[in-house]
């Protein structure tokens, strides 16, 4: 995702938070991955008002634009403190740069259809999360863009989604993963284009088509709309420190043995 399809960055965000509105909690952390600037972060802010703001800017940002981003969630934070994490590492490492349930809330937009492995990213959502907490999500699903697939351009300029997961995929990856109580929802937005210059650029900054010289561009059929096919959900952690399965086999922390006493059967 680049900034020239910041709008839809910012439409999606303000739907996923109509649909937070019916989910109760309070969360004290929260991470933004990515992390982009617009107003659904004050909303979150108002709407959280004693949350500590995480903040994991997204790629392509430059450092002043990073900076102002830190200041403004670290001012929503009450300047109690926030700390930053990072798609560009995330990326490079695979891991998010915080410690083992740390955050209540993590908040995604659009950013698992760009991902190599998004089952990996839920595994570092699972680590991050505290026991009760919420990640709440949206990605593009597999029929972006689907009207590129027939128009008469070279094949070659075309792309896949990184990763072209359904919400049916991804509702299994949740459970396999061992979030609880999976909510999927899936909407189609159509999007209605007067010139080819625009439809290329949002095609290329959603990551479905590489660089087009103006000569292709004069030589191809383009069309006229492109539809979005856009994924949300949400997945609590419950029951984080319970047993864990390896190999088809549960293992138990002792820990969590309770020896039952006569006054515990009376």
């Keep these: 995702m680049t900034q020239p399809i910041r709008w839809l960055q910012a439409e999606i965000a303000d ?15 929260v991470l933004l991955i990515p992390d982009f600037p617009g107003v659904h972060a004050r909303f979150l802010a108002k709407r959280f008002p004693r949350a500590y703001f995480h903040c994991a800017p997204e790629m392509g940002l430059s450092k002043p634009e990073v900076l102002k981003l830190k200041l403004s969630r670290l001012w929503a934070s ?13 990326q490079k490492t695979g891991r998010i740069n915080l410690p083992d349930s740390s955050v209540d809330l993590i908040f995604s937009v659009l950013l698992m259809q760009d991902l190599l492995d998004p089952k990996h990213f839920l ?53 396999g993963e061992r979030f609880s109580d999976p909510v999927m929802d899936m909407e189609f937005l159509n999007l209605s284009y007067e010139s080819d210059e625009v439809i290329l650029t949002d095609a290329k900054a959603l ?48 820990n969590q043995i309770q020896r039952k006493t006569r006054s515990d059967s009376a």
């Design 15 to 29: 739907r996923m938070l109509q649909k937070l509105d019916i989910v109760k909690l309070q969360p004290r952390h």
């Design 78 to 90: 009450r300047l109690k403190g926030a700390s930053l994490a990072s798609v560009d590492e995330y």
């Design 207 to 254: 990551n479905l088509i590489k660089p087009v010289d103006q000569a292709t561009l004069n030589s191809v059929k383009l069309p006229q709309n492109l539809t979005l096919e856009v994924v949300y959900g949400h997945a609590w952690v419950i029951g984080k420190h319970l047993a864990k399965a390896k190999d088809h086999v549960a293992y138990i922390d002792p």
């Design 123 to 175: 595994q570092e959502c699972w680590r991050v999360l505290k026991e009760g907490g919420l990640l709440c999500f949206s990605y593009l699903g597999p029929d972006t863009g689907k009207e590129l697939r027939s128009a008469v351009i070279d094949q070659g300029h075309l792309k896949e989604l990184t990763s072209p997961w359904d919400m049916h995929d991804m509702g299994d990856a949740l459970q």
